[in-house]
């Protein structure tokens, strides 16, 4: 067994004067079932905060660590499911598809049916929803008052964590003793359960602020702020004093209750010192609440503002780059194999290709070259067009050799264009400077000279072929 | 402004307040007096006064934008706020597109992770883009984060045609450094990195010569 110290949950004490007083503060209207932690405006704790109270609130009840859970939408759809019987107000009860449908009514969503069902089953074995009538193969069902007494005080743990229970206290131990009518032994018991209960919030306060982190710390403090427990315990004590004139043993059981008092108070403002200390100085602005800071600005005097704003830094708004949203982009994108892919074929349009429009005049060109050149050799293999080219004149003559160059350079055209260094020059002529040209044709069969062997025929290309191996 | 008359504290206050405008301010503006009142009222606030080389203007007739030792505020060990843990207040965060860009300018700019992110090497603009083409992020917005968003942020500063990290990344605080050096790996980075001569490399990008280039030579 661990010997570690343990505190008692001030909420496990609150337990019985919460149930005690359900009743009396039941709002059968159902105006207080609002969803977790969003009652009535008032300031709430945490969903996580409540069920960890629930669970220090049934402790002593429980069979198991398990029993409370730690959803809080199941507490949800207990508070929707009771707010459904409540306001029915027809006779007889409500079926289960009754009480499903308005709980889909009233959350405007549907809700999810295998936890109902789960759930409305346990409601039923715990009789929070009982059988109208007591018989088997019932199926309408009406809920138990003692159910809604508990949603109640649910309720009133998840507001102030409980806290209310001790003021509540204090005030039915000041109304039984201000009425006059109770008994000596009642008040001994009123007193006895104040002093308790203050004794266990002082011990866990006390143990908040040795141990708990600032923001535990802090909602914790938040809880007991703005509650005149001294001024209550006084008037308490007064009350005693005045009506058990010398009973000593009343005397001792209201000092008791003061010192329980004071020991809270000073450990109430040891939490409230570390709060300032550290949170002061860690300019952590969830130290007061945004109504704290609108009453301050509103009330406050003009130096004490000022001295807010002495020693923050205030920052232009950069975007923050914490490392795990980085890794998360990182993550969201993962390396892909780039592929080429074939821009869609353009839909016909009626403008004509420029790519196949300048292919057919590049043609047509050749065509008109080399016609010219076959009108130029007349049939035959070889001609002579230095007289030819120096009829032409200028800029004939250069237009016709254009075009026998053009030949003579494209591959697959059987035309070779040679041209003789001698130059030829004749102030006269039109053409006053000329070299001898001669045109071939390279694609026709040559006749076998004398020695049987047969000549090679060819085209500009570089390849060369042999009359027999074209056939 | 003028200056003279002002108390230490107070030139102090009013460094501390141009540095927050300006992101970034010359070293060269603040006496050693004012400077050490300037730490310690940052301190005091728990901040810090980071030195870093950034692209600063300066009083001076000299071109202006020159990379320059300038000062820039961080955080405190240990007060660097923690928006992760505490979602109670809103905070603007980077796109995916720009916090992959900002990845990629850190992964290109921090070989070594055994050091110090910054200042790093200095990289280039189109090496961030088709790396991040890469893995399928469109070039536009790419661009447009490395020259606007991350420089806005300080994170990423431009030094002509290169690219260098900024005096934001001077002050990254040391926890987000530490979580960044988990995954120093992961970083994007062009495959087979290993090997530093495969990028467009800066001939001398800060004036020092890298460890891979003493270790070539």
Redesign the interface.
Known sequence: MSDRPVTLQPDGLVREAAVADARLNADLGGTRLGPVGALNGRRNVSDEQLLSNLRAFVAPVATNAGAVTSDAEVLRLARDVSAVFADDSQSGGLTKAEVYAGLTARRGIPCDRGLFEARFTLFEALNLVQPYLAKKHQDRYVLNPAGLAGLLVVDRLGVHGGVDELMLLLDRARWVLERGTVDRAAVIEHLRSCRRLLSVYAANLERLVETAPLHELMAEQRQHEHRDIEGQVHALNRLVTDRFLADPELDDKAMGLIEAEQRYRRHLMAAVERVLDEGGNSLDFNVLSPEEYLTAAIDAPLDGLSEVGRHIVVDPPMPWTDPGALLEAIDSYAPRRRMRQRPPEPPDADEPDPIAVLRRQHDAELKRRRLAAENSLQGGDEVELTSQLSLAGWPGAARILADLLVLHSSRGQPFALDVGEMPLIDPEAAVTYLHPVRLRRLDRPRVPDSTGAARATSTNSEHVTYDGEQR | MNLSGMSAQRRAAVL?ARI??E?ATAREVASAVVLAAAEQA?A????QVVGCVAPVETAQARPSYRFRPSLV?GWADG?APS??D?P??P????S?T???A??ACLGLAWIDRSASPYPGESFRGEDVVDL?A????PSTWVKAALNH?LPL???VASDGEWLRLGP?AAALPDA?VE??R??HD???RPTGFADPGHLTAMPCAHGNRSSEEDAES
């Open positions: 501390l927050r405008a992101g940052a005091h606030a728990g901040r505020l007060m928006p992760e505490d109670g207040y905070i603007r965060r980077f995916a720009q916090a992959l900002w990845a991040l890469d893995i399928g992020v968003d942020a300080g994170l934001a987000t979580a960044l988990r995954f992961r970083l994007p």
